[in-house]
């Protein structure tokens, strides 16, 4: 090869690998990131290199926002991942509270699952967890507790600098309630309108038959496939961002999660390369659960693994009732006309696709 | 043969007749009998000759019921039936109203079909109506009006009255809104128990996906799969039916009907042998709908056409919001213990047996 030939390879090479970084996905988390489930698909953003996680902000839901927090932290120092700002976000939803989702289930019957509100978590068959407790307490973690710290503020003012700073160019990928962006959005009129999409989940609507036998996680919601836990646990904050001027809403169902499962062959899979983060997953996965998040951050990455995509107009049922937090859909452009807006829907994804890019993405 | 063993003979064939006759299942039908799909499915009760149809009670729902009741009566009049009585019963649900469901209609969105309420029915592809009316006024009917009158009383009290002469004997097929039912339960406290079985309808279980394309009536049920007609007419007297202490309460759900059609060519098998009832039908008869009701009279007739039957705990949404008379299941025995019970339901048919139960039974 010339010299010259070389300079222009060499000048080729170094031009790609600039627009590549230019041209880096700029996303931020919001979720309730508990260990295992909470955080894998985290992982999966992480380790892409197309895709530049500015921040991860964290919000109560499966556990409370101070543990989510730690845990969170601990596992970007364990996989030396530090430069990610984790920023903590509400501890309450705005309106809903354990009281009042314990009346809610006195008078209307128990939900499937109460997430931080939890008062005993049963022995078998569910998340490896520390026993109820109150929000701010942190208690000891297996893995250990974290050295660094969370950037000071709140979540919702990360959201809101970060979006003046990267206008039009920062999808949110929200995995819990949406407390955070509903803040952000009262706390500046003008915050949905400058977010690239916003990608959030929630609801079955291939819904299996009510009473469906043999799919624990199926059956949970079958009886009432227009909950989930996400919506109900802040209904009034699900409104809110409903309704908000988002230049992009997509919302992942419950049904794309419903065929997966991070079963022990799965992770074994994805761990076996035994690197940081391969390790990291090893010790914290635990087998048998749906891949409910980690679909959402696959169908985000790459969207080729969607099989099956909706446009309804939705909206979130604020009587505190039965049906409080429950979705409402109408035909695209024919709701009521209260604010609610036409929100993209994916309904089911490629299963084998979505194992072949967590073993990637965790192994690598 | 003998003269001895001819007798023999004959009072075998007597006696065996006698007990046919002693042994008819005893029905009452409660119905927005609308010509049409409304009327089909008491035809088919009324032409199984081991079915003894003690009166026929209507409800408003899908029309009026003085409309209905004189709609009713004529059909009696032309198969030649005058001996089955038709009681009137209640024109208002207890507390909706048409200003009611107007009002949540504005707030919370359309609604896929509103009965009698409808102000304007849209040309095409929909049943033959005549326009909006006020409650008491019976429009011009094209095949004339009835001769005969309903039998004087109200529809509850002749429910109260029928089940004490024949305590524990009657089946109750509701067809439509639950009012009357309502009513008599309240009426007379011990009446639920001295029936047999109440069978009735409602609710998507098996639920197509939202949007679904291709198919109007699952495309008007996918948004709210909880929520049926005869349901949110009148939800207070759905809540009052399902928490009353039946024998046995049978719900056949909008999932058995879904893959039904009364096409033309089944109505063409069904009226081919011109005998007064196929000639009613022929008439009358608007091809194109599924086979609503017809289900389930068919699946109270012949419960060998039942595929898929399941258990629930059931009760219905009073909270005047989006989910005004969605129904709400919890797994059996699993309710909030505020009277719901547990329910049998009937999720999928055998279409092609109901196609030729409703072919010979209609054709007879």
């Not at 026993?131 to 307490?137: A, C, R």
């Amino acid at each position: 090869m010339t010299k010259a030939l070389h300079a222009l390879f060499l000048l080729l090479a170094l031009s790609l690998a600039s627009a590549a970084q230019a041209e880096r996905r700029k996303v931020i988390v919001d979720q309730d990131a508990f260990e295992g489930p909470g955080l894998q698909p985290i992982l999966m953003l992480l380790q892409d290199p197309t895709v530049e996680v500015l921040g991860i902000t964290i919000v109560s839901g499966d556990g409370w926002a101070p543990e989510e927090t730690a845990q969170t932290l601990r596992m970007l120092e364990l996989i030396g991942r530090t430069e990610v700002p984790v920023i903590q976000g509400a501890i309450h939803p705005l309106i809903n509270s354990k009281a009042r989702n314990k009346a809610r289930e006195d008078q209307y019957g128990a939900l499937g699952y109460r997430g931080a509100w939890t008062e005993s978590w049963p022995g078998d068959n569910t998340m490896k967890r520390a026993p109820f407790h109150e929000p701010k307490v942190v208690p000891p973690m297996e893995i250990g507790l974290p050295k660094i710290a969370a950037r000071p503020g709140s979540a919702a003012d990360f959201l809101i600098d970060m979006t003046r700073k990267y206008p039009g160019q920062i999808t949110i990928i929200a995995m819990g309630p949406l407390t955070n962006l509903a803040l952000a959005q009262r706390l500046d009129d003008d915050f949905a309108g400058r977010v690239k999409e916003l990608v959030m989940e929630g609801g079955m609507f291939l819904a299996p038959p009510a009473g469906t036998k043999g799919d624990e996680f199926a059956a949970q919601v079958s009886h009432a496939p227009r909950l989930s836990f996400n919506h109900f646990w802040d209904p009034e904050a699900s409104h809110i961002v409903f309704t908000s001027p988002w230049q992009k809403l997509t919302l992942v169902t419950g049904d794309t999660s419903a065929p997966t499962r991070a079963g022990a062959d799965l992770l074994a899979r994805a761990t076996a390369s035994k690197r940081p983060v391969a390790r990291y997953v090893a010790k914290t996965a635990q087998p048998g659960f749906p891949l409910w998040d980690e679909v959402e951050a696959a169908a985000w990455l790459d969207p080729t693994i969607v099989t099956q995509r909706g446009t309804l107009a939705m909206d979130v049922d604020l009587m505190p009732g039965a049906n409080y937090g429950a979705l409402l859909t109408w035909p695209a452009g024919k709701g009521p006309g209260l604010g609610e807006r036409d929100v993209n829907l994916i309904y089911a994804i490629d299963v084998s696709k979505l194992d072949t890019m967590f073993v990637d993405l965790i192994g690598r």
